[in-house]
C-alpha cells in the first residue's frame, strides 16, 4: 500500500451530515461532501493486509461478510490515497456497474469484514466509494460507452431494479439487443421506488444512470406487466433469452384481530407513493399523508427506517417502531465475530431524526402487536402490544412468547407494515410453468441461473429471497453472463 503506516497513524473519519432537525424539512440528500485531502487520508488507512476479507463477499451465519460483488477495495483506496481518481474510477467500474447506488444504500459489509476492524475502527470504504463515483461524474470521465458491434440476439429483461439493471448493462454491453420492461411508469424498481429520496436522488442520481444506460443502446418500456399488458408465452417466443429480475415484493402481511381497518397499510405502498407524488409534484391517488397523525411502524429493517423518515417530513404527531427482536448490543458479542457483519445497536438516520424531533429512539424492542382497535369509523386508532421472551414453547420450538402483565396501548391513526417479503409475486410464475424452491422463489441455482424453461434466465431476489442492492447486482451480473454463454456458446463477460 502507498503508505503502510497510515492505519496507525490516522483515525476513521466520515463525512458531516446535514443537521437531523434541520433536514426534515426537505427531501434532499443528507450526506455533506467531504474534502479531497481528507478522502485521501482515508485512502491511507487501508492496511497492507495480506488477505482482504473487505472483498471476499461470502455468507457467514446467513449473512454477507465482504463485498458480495468483490470491489478491488484495497486497490481503489491506495489509488485515492495517491491521487489518481480516474484509475480509482475505473478500478470501481470493473465489479461494480452503479457505485452510486450502492455508495448511498449498501450497508457496507465490506466496513464490518475489514481486517483493521479487528481492533479498531475500519476503513471509511463506503465513504471512499461514494466519492470515487461522484467525482467520476462530475469530471465528466462517465460517458455512454456503446458496443462496438452488435450480436443480433435479442434479450428480454423483466424488472428494471438493481438485478435487472446490471443485467441489461452487460448484455448490452455484449452486444446483444435488451429490452427491460417494467410495470411502473418509471424504471429502476426499488431504486425508483422502494428507496426514498433523500437516502437516493431520484433526478440526479437514479435518473442519470438511467439516461445513460439509454444513450449506450438499452431500451427500457414500462407501463407494461408481464402477464397482464404482454403475454408470457409472448415474451419468450420473441426473444432470443429472457432474464426475470421481478425482485421479491410479496410483503409478510400481519392476520391479526383489526387487521381490515383503514389506515393500516404495507410499507411498501406508502414509500411508493411518496415517492411518486413527489417526482409528480402532486400527490398522486394512492399517496398517505402522515401528518397530524401517530404513525406505528411494525419492522425494524431499513424499509421501517425510511417509513420512520419519511412520516417524520411529512410532519408526523409521533411515530414508534415496533421491534419483535431484542435491542442489539453495543459492541460485538461473542456469538457474533470478526469478520461477520456486526450486529450491533446504531441510530440509522430516521432514529436519527426522530431522536431530534421528539427526543428518543422510536424503537421499541421484544414487543409484538396483539390487535388493531378502530374508532366509530373503522378506522385505526389504537395498537395493542406485548412484549415477547425468545424461548421454546410446548412443541420445543423456539420463539417469542407472551409475557404476561407487559400489555399497552399505543395510539395509531397510521400503521404501517415493514416486516420483510416473502417472494416473488406468483402469476407470472405460474404463467410460464417455471420451478419454485421451497419458498416460493424461481429455482435457479447460484452462478447458473438457469430456470426450469430454456432460455430463460433468474436473478436477484425473486431467486434468493429479499436481500441486498450489493447481492442483486453481483446475480444480475453474472446471470447476465451465463445468459450470453447460452446465446454464443461462449462468454467474455466478466
Same mark, same amino acid.
Given at each position: 500500500?502507498?503508505?503502510?503506516?497510515?492505519?496507525?497513524?490516522?483515525?476513521?473519519?466520515?463525512?458531516? @451530515?446535514? =443537521?437531523?432537525?434541520?433536514?426534515?424539512?426537505?427531501?434532499?440528500?443528507?450526506?455533506?461532501?467531504?474534502?479531497?485531502?481528507?478522502?485521501?487520508? &482515508?485512502?491511507?488507512?487501508?492496511?497492507?493486509?495480506?488477505?482482504? #476479507?473487505?472483498?471476499?463477499?461470502?455468507?457467514?451465519?446467513?449473512?454477507?461478510?465482504?463485498?458480495?460483488?468483490?470491489?478491488?477495495?484495497?486497490?481503489?483506496?491506495?489509488? +485515492?490515497?495517491?491521487?489518481?481518481? &480516474?484509475?480509482? =474510477?475505473?478500478?470501481?467500474?470493473?465489479?461494480?456497474? #452503479?457505485?452510486?447506488?450502492?455508495?448511498?444504500?449498501?450497508?457496507?459489509?465490506?466496513?464490518?469484514?475489514? *481486517?483493521?476492524?479487528?481492533?479498531?475502527?475500519?476503513?471509511? %470504504?463506503?465513504?471512499?466509494?461514494?466519492?470515487?463515483?461522484?467525482?467520476?461524474?462530475?469530471?465528466?470521465?462517465?460517458?455512454?460507452?456503446?458496443?462496438? &458491434?452488435?450480436?443480433?440476439?435479442?434479450?428480454?429483461?423483466?424488472?428494471?431494479?438493481?438485478?435487472?439493471?446490471?443485467?441489461?448493462?452487460?448484455?448490452?454491453?455484449?452486444?446483444?439487443?435488451?429490452?427491460?420492461?417494467?410495470?411502473? @411508469?418509471?424504471?429502476?424498481? =426499488?431504486?425508483?421506488?422502494?428507496?426514498?429520496?433523500?437516502?437516493?436522488?431520484?433526478?440526479?442520481? +437514479?435518473?442519470?444512470?438511467?439516461?445513460?444506460?439509454?444513450?449506450?443502446?438499452?431500451?427500457?418500456?414500462?407501463?407494461?406487466?408481464?402477464?397482464?399488458?404482454?403475454?408470457?408465452?409472448?415474451?419468450?417466443? !420473441? #426473444?432470443?433469452?429472457?432474464?426475470?429480475? /421481478?425482485?421479491?415484493?410479496?410483503?409478510?402481511?400481519?392476520?391479526?384481530?383489526?387487521?381490515?381497518?383503514?389506515?393500516?397499510?404495507?410499507?411498501?405502498?406508502?414509500?411508493?407513493?411518496?415517492?411518486?407524488?413527489?417526482?409528480?409534484?402532486?400527490?398522486?391517488?394512492?399517496?398517505?399523508?402522515?401528518?397530524?397523525?401517530?404513525? +406505528? %411502524?411494525?419492522?425494524?429493517?431499513?424499509?421501517?427506517? $425510511?417509513? +420512520?423518515?419519511?412520516?417524520?417530513?411529512?410532519?408526523?404527531?409521533?411515530? /414508534?417502531?415496533?421491534?419483535?427482536?431484542?435491542?442489539?448490543?453495543?459492541?460485538?458479542?461473542?456469538? !457474533?465475530?470478526?469478520?461477520?457483519?456486526?450486529?450491533?445497536?446504531?441510530? @440509522?438516520?430516521?432514529?436519527?431524526?426522530? *431522536?431530534?424531533?421528539?427526543? !428518543?429512539?422510536?424503537?421499541?424492542?421484544? /414487543?409484538?402487536?396483539?390487535?388493531?382497535?378502530?374508532? $366509530?369509523?373503522?378506522? *385505526?386508532?389504537? %395498537?395493542? /402490544? *406485548?412484549?415477547?421472551?425468545?424461548?421454546? $414453547?410446548?412443541?420445543?420450538?423456539?420463539?417469542?412468547?407472551?409475557?404476561?402483565?407487559?400489555?399497552?396501548?399505543?395510539?395509531?391513526?397510521?400503521?404501517?407494515?415493514?416486516?420483510?417479503?416473502?417472494?416473488?409475486?406468483?402469476?407470472?410464475?405460474?404463467?410460464?410453468?417455471?420451478?419454485? @424452491?421451497?419458498?416460493?422463489?424461481?429455482?435457479?441455482?447460484?452462478?447458473?441461473?438457469?430456470?426450469?424453461?430454456?432460455?430463460?434466465?433468474?436473478?436477484?431476489?425473486?431467486?434468493?429471497?429479499?436481500?441486498?442492492?450489493?447481492?442483486?447486482?453481483?446475480?444480475?451480473?453474472?446471470?447476465?453472463?451465463?445468459?450470453?454463454?447460452?446465446?454464443?456458446?461462449?462468454?467474455?463477460?466478466?
Amino acid at each position: 500500500m502507498g503508505k503502510p503506516t497510515g492505519f496507525m497513524e490516522f483515525v476513521r473519519e466520515v463525512p458531516a @451530515d446535514h =443537521l437531523p432537525g434541520d433536514r426534515v424539512g426537505n427531501w434532499d440528500e443528507f450526506h455533506l461532501p467531504m474534502a479531497e485531502d481528507k478522502l485521501r487520508t &482515508q485512502g491511507s488507512r487501508c492496511m497492507d493486509c495480506g488477505t482482504p #476479507f473487505c472483498h471476499t463477499g461470502t455468507l457467514i451465519s446467513n449473512m454477507a461478510s465482504g463485498c458480495p460483488i468483490n470491489n478491488l477495495i484495497p486497490e481503489w483506496n491506495d489509488l +485515492v490515497y495517491r491521487g489518481h481518481w &480516474q484509475e480509482a =474510477l475505473d478500478r470501481l467500474h470493473k465489479t461494480n456497474n #452503479f457505485p452510486e447506488f450502492t455508495g448511498r444504500v449498501c450497508p457496507a459489509p465490506c466496513e464490518g469484514s475489514c *481486517v483493521l476492524g479487528i481492533n479498531a475502527p475500519p476503513v471509511t %470504504i463506503k465513504t471512499l466509494e461514494h466519492a470515487i463515483i461522484d467525482k467520476g461524474w462530475e469530471e465528466g470521465w462517465i460517458t455512454p460507452q456503446p458496443p462496438s &458491434q452488435r450480436t443480433g440476439k435479442t434479450v428480454a429483461i423483466v424488472g428494471s431494479g438493481p438485478a435487472g439493471l446490471s443485467a441489461a448493462a452487460q448484455l448490452n454491453q455484449a452486444g446483444h439487443l435488451v429490452t427491460v420492461f417494467e410495470r411502473a @411508469d418509471r424504471p429502476g424498481g =426499488l431504486l425508483m421506488y422502494g428507496i426514498p429520496n433523500m437516502k437516493l436522488e431520484k433526478e440526479s442520481v +437514479v435518473l442519470r444512470r438511467l439516461e445513460l444506460l439509454e444513450k449506450e443502446g438499452v431500451r427500457f418500456v414500462c407501463n407494461t406487466e408481464i402477464g397482464k399488458d404482454m403475454a408470457a408465452e409472448d415474451l419468450v417466443n !420473441n #426473444f432470443d433469452a429472457v432474464v426475470l429480475c /421481478t425482485g421479491s415484493t410479496t410483503p409478510r402481511d400481519l392476520p391479526i384481530p383489526g387487521r381490515e381497518l383503514a389506515g393500516i397499510h404495507f410499507a411498501m405502498e406508502f414509500l411508493t407513493e411518496n415517492t411518486r407524488s413527489l417526482l409528480d409534484k402532486t400527490p398522486t391517488p394512492g399517496y398517505v399523508s402522515a401528518e397530524g397523525l401517530d404513525v +406505528v %411502524i411494525i419492522g425494524g429493517g431499513d424499509t421501517g427506517t $425510511d417509513c +420512520v423518515g419519511t412520516s417524520i417530513r411529512h410532519g408526523c404527531t409521533s411515530v /414508534t417502531q415496533l421491534e419483535i427482536m431484542g435491542r442489539p448490543p453495543l459492541e460485538r458479542a461473542a456469538n !457474533n465475530p470478526w469478520p461477520e457483519y456486526p450486529k450491533v445497536y446504531r441510530l @440509522d438516520y430516521g432514529q436519527e431524526e426522530a *431522536v431530534a424531533k421528539f427526543g !428518543n429512539d422510536p424503537r421499541t424492542y421484544t /414487543t409484538t402487536a396483539t390487535h388493531f382497535e378502530g374508532d $366509530d369509523g373503522d378506522r *385505526v386508532k389504537a %395498537i395493542h /402490544t *406485548v412484549e415477547v421472551r425468545w424461548e421454546k $414453547d410446548a412443541n420445543g420450538r423456539f420463539g417469542p412468547q407472551p409475557v404476561a402483565g407487559t400489555e399497552k396501548v399505543v395510539p395509531a391513526q397510521l400503521v404501517l407494515l415493514a416486516m420483510g417479503f416473502l417472494g416473488p409475486e406468483q402469476p407470472l410464475l405460474d404463467a410460464m410453468g417455471l420451478e419454485r @424452491d421451497g419458498r416460493s422463489n424461481i429455482k435457479a441455482e447460484y452462478h447458473q441461473y438457469t430456470t426450469s424453461l430454456p432460455g430463460v434466465f433468474a436473478a436477484g431476489d425473486c431467486r434468493r429471497g429479499q436481500s441486498l442492492v450489493v447481492w442483486a447486482i453481483n446475480e444480475g451480473r453474472e446471470a447476465a453472463r451465463e445468459c450470453d454463454r447460452y446465446l454464443m456458446g461462449h462468454s467474455d463477460l466478466p
